[in-house]
């Protein structure tokens, strides 16, 4: 009785090599995957940990801390907002590529958004999520667009792409 030899077909190595390669280098895609998108601009509007589209709403922040000059903002409630329509410098100094790029250092935006709304009560306007950021417009108790206030103050720059309607320095819809 012969033994016949089994060969693997050339399609089936194929497969199980591109199969090996990206589970090696997935890891590291789908950490870039959000940043990816979002430079592209195909980032979807998702709720977080879902794939639903965000619902627009207003929420309540009472401001516990703040990273940089763009958010996120923590809030005692839970959410962490990234003001929407406005790019400030990364802490590091640097812009990211394809974001707009304030001349203000990121030490003088991030200690403008603090004087602006740490300890304070804002109510924000929920337009979509970013990573896993609420992105909002929000508004001090006095009226004050804190998205507003960063770009006049030049400490952030107006993204424009993000500023769908004019809402930057507009009123609020509700």
């Not at 089936?12 to 601009?41: D, M, N, R, T, Y």
């Not at 009472?62 to 959410?79: L, M, N, W």
């Amino acid at each position: 009785m012969t033994r016949r030899r089994r060969r693997f077909s050339s399609p089936a190595v194929l497969l199980v090599a591109i199969v090996a390669a990206a589970s090696f280098f997935w890891p590291e895609l789908k950490e870039q995957l959000p940043e990816l998108e979002e430079i592209a601009g195909t980032a979807p509007t998702r709720e977080a940990g879902g794939s639903k589209p965000a619902p627009a709403g207003l929420l309540t922040c009472h401001v516990t801390s703040i990273y940089d000059g763009d958010g996120p903002i923590h809030c005692a409630e839970g959410p962490k907002i990234r003001l929407s329509a406005i790019a400030a410098r990364e802490m590091d100094g640097g812009c990211r590529p394809g974001h707009p790029c304030p001349t203000a250092s990121a030490g003088e935006a991030k200690r403008a958004l603090e004087r602006l709304a740490l300890g304070q009560t804002l109510r924000c306007e929920q337009n979509g999520t970013s990573y896993d950021r609420v992105t909002a417009w929000c508004w001090r108790p006095d009226g004050v667009q804190i998205n507003c206030a960063m770009v006049e103050g030049g400490y952030a720059a107006r993204w424009e792409r993000y500023d769908v309607g004019g809402r930057l320095c507009g009123r609020p819809r509700a």
